[in-house]
Structure formats: C-alpha cells, structure tokens
C-alpha cells in the first residue's frame, strides 16, 4: 500500500456542488510532490465559481479550449495564466457537463493565489491533472475540524453587483 495514499480524498469528494465542496477543503492539506520530503500545505482560503450561470466564471460564454477541464468529472484541475504572469490553480467540481471550480486562494503561510502556485512551482502542465490518482499533486484530510468564514469574492467588479456580492469566498478561522 502506497503511504501517501492513505489520507488521500477520494473521487466523489470532488463531484459535489462546489458550494459544498469548497468549505469541505478549509483545513485539509494540499500535498505536492516536487522533492523529498513530502510538503503538505494546509488550504485556508478557497473561491466559487459556479457554472455558465454565474458572470465571474471562465464558462459563462460556454465551452472553450481554455475551460474546457471544467466540463469534466470533478476533482481535476483548472489551471490557467492571469495577467501574463499568474497561473491560478483551480480544482473542478461536480458532474461532468455542469462548470464548476474551486480557486485555491491560500495555504498556511502563502496568501494569494499567484502567490501559491509561483511557490509550489504549478504551471500548465498541471492542467487537466486528476487528484484522485496523480502521483504529483493531491489533497488529504485533516483531523482537525475546520471552522470558516465567508467574505465576498476578490476581483471580479466586471460581473456585476449581484455576482460580486455573492458570499462565494471561504477562509478558514485561524484558532489561538
């Protein structure tokens, strides 16, 4: 039995709404495999983006070259460049057909999502990448029980009032 397998989260935690999905990552560890030893980042902020429905979203004008990993069975990554220089690390939600993604925003200690995959050295070939079986990147619970909070979505004025003031952003509350 593979030991970084042990606290992995499996496929169906992933093909759920990503309303329900995203507060369920707060607390849990994002392991990347760059260098041994193993690191595992513990996510602390996450964000919504919910179908073709929802103005912030990259599938809001349908299935594209660029979105088209959102149409896929969640619990793949969403990987694209912002500005040029940012890649954003998104995790895909649901079931297939219906556009959903979770942006991972912060680990403990890294906040910001340019932040995070400049860190964790995550580029385009990350796209597409299925978490339930990569040998390269995957999610793991935590014993801990999570508490959260939910704030309005960051940078996203171009989707008008009713989208931006959706409380779709999640950050864990740090505990003393």
Known sequence: MNPEKNYRV????FEKDALEVAPDLLGKFLVVKRNEPLKKYKITEVEVYRGEEDEACHAKKGKTKRNEIMYCSGGH????????MYWMLNIVTGKPGHPQAVLIRSLEGLEGPGKVTKYLGINKSY??????VSNRIWIENNKENAGYTTLKRIGIDYAGEYWKNKLWRYVLIKKN
Do not use: D
């Open 77 to 84: 990554l969403y990987v694209y460049l912002i500005y040029g």
């Open 10 to 13: 499996n496929k169906k935690f």
């Open 127 to 132: 796209y597409g990448e299925n978490l339930a």
